[in-house]
């Protein structure tokens, strides 16, 4: 199982797959040569969550690198560049993966209230 993990993580990370708005688990399992039963089931045992909020999570952590890089970029074009098909499907992930919106956790970021391992 730990293989697996590093070779989703591995083309997660390497790939930026995640960024794909149009990604599925079966993309994923074709990818590593497996099946999507088995990529589910080592998402949720290593993370605890479901293939989608590991995508979600992904596209956020990469969101926020974006808003830190290019902080005059639109918050439309950081959610297209992550990989979401909205910008309010993006709002919407964010508050609920940061407990911000991405307005707010960009202010916060700039004012520096917001801690490293928190980001």
Request: charged letters at 30%; a positive charge.
């Amino acid at each position: 199982m730990d293989d697996l993990i590093q070779r989703i993580e591995d083309i997660m990370n390497d790939g930026r797959l995640f960024r794909n708005p149009e990604l599925t688990i079966r993309d994923v399992a074709k990818e590593l040569a497996t099946n999507r039963l088995y990529v589910s089931r080592a998402i949720n045992t290593m993370y605890g969550f479901s293939f989608t909020s590991y995508i979600n999570r992904k596209r956020i952590d990469y969101a926020i690198a974006l808003m830190k890089e290019h902080p005059l970029m639109s918050l439309e074009n950081v959610a297209n560049e992550s990989g979401f098909l909205s910008e309010k499907s993006f709002f919407r992930k964010f508050r609920e993966v940061k407990g911000d919106s991405p307005r707010a956790y960009m202010k916060k970021m700039q004012n520096g209230t917001i801690s490293s391992n928190e980001q």
